[in-house]
């Protein structure tokens, strides 16, 4: 009887006791939070609506305040043949005042003297801005040039046809990582259609491919250009166009640039420093012609222009 008398008597005591609980948080507060860390998020996010541009805008007219008529007094001392997929643009990339620089891309930094746009790009910024240097600027990792390697079906017909001498040069080059590569991807015992998926940005092949593009690039535009011409014309002229290309490669892991080591200009005219760490020479592999799947081992330079 006495045990029940008690544990009434707690119960009693118990309830009468306020029951606590953890403060709630009202809810305006828990808006605010939720758009801080939304906001928060997505501040290094990329733009996505027009409106991004339009205030991206704004802040570029308070805080740059360029001279558009300073601008056009000044001559760019650099122009760029880049490549689209690059997300990060040489004034970037160089950290380079506005105006400086002019670009003219396509799909995996590709010239060829049939491009007219690119033709008439060169003859403008010569004749009209008088650039000093012409640069080529491949990035390892391009997707142009996983294109020309991997030859999907998910590319579009016109896409595969631009990439197209990339792709060829990928079946004829001799350079040693870019052998290796093509030879790693062919059937062989348990892959019989071969590797399909692209390579990753870092195999040496694909970076290696990279490079030779660049190279193929300056070579042309020293061969074929108009550029070619309007030394051939200057010099019967007696005028001077001091104008120099090379052909540098962008890591976008390391944000290092890198020399091909290829950059000529006008006929004897000696060649700025460069001071971007040049690549090695590449090393091409010799195969016998009666057994072109074996490789003898012998390698030799397969440098820059001369």
């Not at 259609?193 to 940005?201: I, L, T």
């Not at 950059?263 to 700025?272: D, E, L, V, Y």
Request: glycine content about 6%; some cysteine.
């Amino acid at each position: 009887m006495l045990s029940i008398i008690f544990l009434f008597a707690f119960m009693t005591l118990v309830s009468a006791r306020p029951l606590v609980l953890p403060a709630a948080t009202p809810l305006a507060a828990r808006s605010d939070h939720r758009t801080a860390q939304s906001t928060l998020s997505n501040s290094t996010s990329k733009l996505h609506t027009l409106n991004d541009l339009y205030l991206g805008n704004e802040k570029f007219r308070q805080t740059a305040r360029i001279q558009a008529d300073k601008l056009a007094e000044e001559s760019p001392p650099f122009m760029f043949l880049g490549c689209v997929d690059n997300r990060l643009n040489p004034s970037t990339i160089f950290n380079a005042p506005a105006g400086s620089v002019i670009s003219h891309n396509n799909i995996a930094n590709q010239y060829s003297s049939k491009d007219l746009s690119a033709e008439a790009a060169i003859a403008h910024a010569i004749e009209s801005l008088h650039v000093q240097h012409i640069i080529i600027l491949g990035h390892y990792g391009c997707k142009g040039v996983e294109t020309a390697i991997t030859n999907s079906n998910k590319a579009a017909r016109l896409v595969k046809d631009w990439v197209k001498p990339i792709s060829d040069l990928y079946a004829t080059s001799r350079r040693r990582e870019i052998v290796r590569l093509r030879d790693s991807r062919l059937p062989q015992r348990g892959k019989d259609n071969g590797v399909k998926s692209p390579p990753p940005a870092d195999d040496a092949g694909f970076r290696a491919l990279v490079e030779e593009n660049v190279k193929k690039g300056v070579k042309e535009l020293r061969k074929h250009s108009i550029l070619t011409k309007a030394y051939s014309s200057a010099s019967k002229s007696n005028e001077s166009i001091d104008v120099f290309v090379h052909g540098l490669v962008y890591d976008e892991v390391t944000g290092e640039v890198h020399d091909l080591h290829i950059s000529f200009g006008p006929p004897g005219k000696q060649i700025p420093h460069i001071p971007f760490k040049a690549i090695a020479a590449a090393k091409n592999i010799h195969r016998n012609k009666d057994r072109p799947g074996i490789s003898t081992g012998k390698t030799w330079n397969f440098g820059g222009a001369n």
